[in-house]
């Protein structure tokens, strides 16, 4: 029903810069170490093909649940060694702040040896790691390479009041049970490799010589954190060459009624008591709704769906955004990028409190509403769902600054700024 309607830098702090210099070989490659979890591998995805079809030679290291579309995106792939490190388990652990922040550790005391190796093999002229893949900045410092870090989230260190005291309360709650193990792995890790593995006290976000960050500075809070090292590139989204979902994957969406989409995300997918609110809440309502339910065991769990509800596994994401009025979402940045970046106003249901904080941006901006933010995160009832849903659909404004957010987006580079970044790095 809908029609859908230069790259921003930094103030300046100074960080120690690698000091490899000269001419870069042809078969020196770019070396990519990511984490196993979509969110994090798909903004990479349209830059390491621009960068292959540019004529470098990538080679990107995740776990072997990514070979297949990490090969489709044109590069060579290779599986990090049997570490314990799956998709399953990352999805898992993720939930919770500290339990990750125990799973990095216990994977750069197994994987940075391997990286190390991999790096004396074959003299990459640059080394590229996700923001969270410690092994990989730790890496770069050892063998003094230069190094671009891919930052998928916001960036929420040293932004004021970013946690309420609940939040706090919470994290500390999680903390507790893995504390002594994070000390215990950190020391190890120094003891290995030496304290230059550690440059901040914080473990995350990794940081290197170039810090690519998938939003604009329009969406990014303010902190003093961000200095000149830091390159708001926006979302890494292809240009639209998508069909209208209709005609390319079978969905009988009415193009006469307004259309809202429904997705918790790739991690959260076993959400049964979500999908069960938004049936309740959605029944009889005069909106089309396409919902993304996850995997089939979740569905089997659900009710049958009311008349007005296409719900499956999985949806074409960005083809459904292209016609929607409204994204209910977790508050992942990938949803939440891609929703802005077509302009669709958002209701933000966090599940952690990751989403909770970029959901209370998205409300901070105008660009949609946030609901269940308190701790335990994502509690929501059905009159208050369809309360959220009919304000983003009834109001204009909301429409309005997500329009605004997404021209920010759109106006901020891309993949294709992304690419040339990195490319900076090469010599």
């Known amino acids: 029903m809908r029609s859908v309607r230069g790259s921003e830098t930094a103030p300046s702090r100074e960080r120690t810069r690698s000091d490899r210099s000269g001419p870069v070989s042809a078969s020196q490659p770019i070396l990519v170490l990511n984490v196993p979890a979509h969110g994090h591998i798909n903004p990479t995805l349209p830059v390491v093909a621009e960068l292959a079809s540019r004529r470098h030679r990538l080679i990107y290291y995740d776990t ?23 998709a399953s388990d990352f999805a898992r652990r993720a939930e919770s702040l500290p339990d990750v922040t125990l799973l990095i550790l216990e994977q750069s005391l197994q994987l940075l040896p391997f990286v190390l190796g991999e790096i004396d093999r074959e003299n990459p ?14 890496a770069a410092r050892l063998r003094r390479l230069p190094s671009v870090s891919s930052i998928s989230t916001l960036i929420h260190e040293g932004v004021p009041d970013a946690m309420t005291a609940r939040d706090v309360l919470h994290l500390l709650r999680d903390a507790l049970p893995v504390l002594l193990g994070i000390a215990r792995r950190r020391r190890g890790l120094v003891a290995r490799f030496g304290p230059q593995v550690f440059p901040r006290k914080s473990i995350a976000p990794c940081l290197g010589d170039t810090n690519i960050v998938y939003t604009s500075r329009t969406f990014q809070p303010d902190t003093t954190f961000i200095d000149d090292t830091f390159r708001f590139v926006g979302p890494s989204i292809r240009p639209a060459t998508h069909s209208r979902a209709n005609d390319s994957h079978g969905l009988d969406i ?18 049964t008591n979500f999908f069960r609110t938004a049936f309740e809440s959605f029944a009889g309502h005069s909106a089309q709704f396409v919902a993304s339910a996850g995997d089939e065991a979740n569905l089997r769990d659900l009710p049958p769906a009311p008349a007005n509800f296409i719900v499956r596994p999985y949806m074409p994401q960005v083809d459904i955004l292209h016609r929607a009025d409204a994204f209910v979402n977790h508050g992942g940045m990938n949803s939440i990028s891609e929703g802005l970046y077509f302009a669709v106003p958002l209701v933000v249901v966090p599940q952690q409190i990751e989403q909770a904080l970029n959901g209370r941006r998205v409300a901070e901006v105008g660009a949609g509403i946030l609901l269940g933010d308190r701790p335990p995160y994502g509690r929501v009832d059905a009159d208050q769902l369809r309360a959220a849903v009919d304000r983003v659909l009834g109001q204009p404004v909301y429409a309005a600054c997500a329009r605004r957010i997404g021209e920010s987006f759109r106006k901020s580079g891309g993949y294709a700024e992304a690419a040339s970044l990195i490319e900076a790095r090469l010599g």
């Open 254 to 271: 009415d193009p006469d009624r307004p259309c809202v989409y429904l997705s918790l995300g790739t991690i959260y997918h076993r959400a």
């Open 64 to 86: 072997e649940d990514f070979r297949a579309k990490i090969e489709e995106a044109g590069v060579e792939f290779r599986a990090y060694p049997a570490s314990g490190l799956t």
């Open 125 to 138: 002229s640059v080394l590229v790691f996700d923001s969270i893949a410690l092994w990989g900045m730790q």
